[in-house]
């Protein structure tokens, strides 16, 4: 990627909660600098908390440019998780303040035209930015890495934000992710207007509590 890096402005993008059966996913595209040198970027998975919130710092101190988008649970009812994450990751590579010239998409899959072009037509003059998938680029590309620590890091705040508009559930804990305390919560409880409704463990939850009602 060095080559590339002295002829494009690059912008890695990740996401986080993409798995989770309560909340929105949350992208974000960060462009660092080519001497960000900001240490210790890594998947934010492997990071702990108190890490990724140094690091999430360090970023915004240092980076080009970030932006965030954010799909909430009805959309993704809607239209499914995988194209709420690439339009979760459009809008935020269309959040940024500086203009891209290539986009690293962690994972294997860039984002479809048919998404990316709608909202980056409503942002930018010109056409859409050159993109490349990259698999484990969140462990290996540092503009992925700052992507997937500021996605993270924004993610559980707003979850525990919506932990005191729907108490019950843990979300503050948890951050919406299926363990067995989520789910004891929502066979007591039901869902609540964060979940996911199209989503297995959330509609078999459900259909137990409904059970034991009826």
């Known amino acids: 990627m060095a080559a590339i890096d002295q002829l494009l402005t690059v912008a890695g993008i990740d996401e986080a909660g993409r798995g989770c059966l309560a909340g929105p996913v949350v992208a974000c595209a960060v462009i660092l600098p080519r001497d960000h040198g900001i240490t210790g970027l890594a998947d ?15 970023i915004r101190c240092r980076a080009v440019a970030w932006g965030f988008g954010l799909v909430g649970p009805r959309r993704i009812d809607s239209i499914n998780i995988l194209q709420a994450t690439f339009e979760a990751m ?5 959040a940024l303040k500086v203009v891209p010239t290539l986009l ?33 680029g969140d462990g290996t590309e540092p503009a992925i890495s700052a992507a997937s620590i500021l996605a993270k890091t ?8 919506l932990a005191r508009r729907c108490p019950g559930y843990g979300f503050e804990i948890h951050k919406g992710y299926g363990v067995e305390a989520h789910y004891t919560a929502l066979r007591r409880l039901g869902p609540c207007p964060q979940h996911r409704l199209t989503f297995r463990g959330v509609h078999k939850a459900q ?7 009826w």
Do not use: Y
């Open 104 to 136: 690293l998409v962690d994972g294997n899959k860039t984002l479809p035209e048919a998404v990316l072009a709608p909202h980056w037509q409503g942002a930018h003059l010109g056409p859409c930015p050159a993109q490349m998938a990259i698999a484990g």
């Open 207 to 213: 259909t137990w509590r409904e059970g034991l009602l």
């Open 44 to 58: 934010s998975k492997l990071l702990s908390a108190k890490t990724r919130e140094t690091l999430a710092q360090r």
């Open 90 to 94: 459009s809008r935020a590579a269309c």
């Open 154 to 161: 924004f993610r559980d705040r707003l979850m525990g934000a």
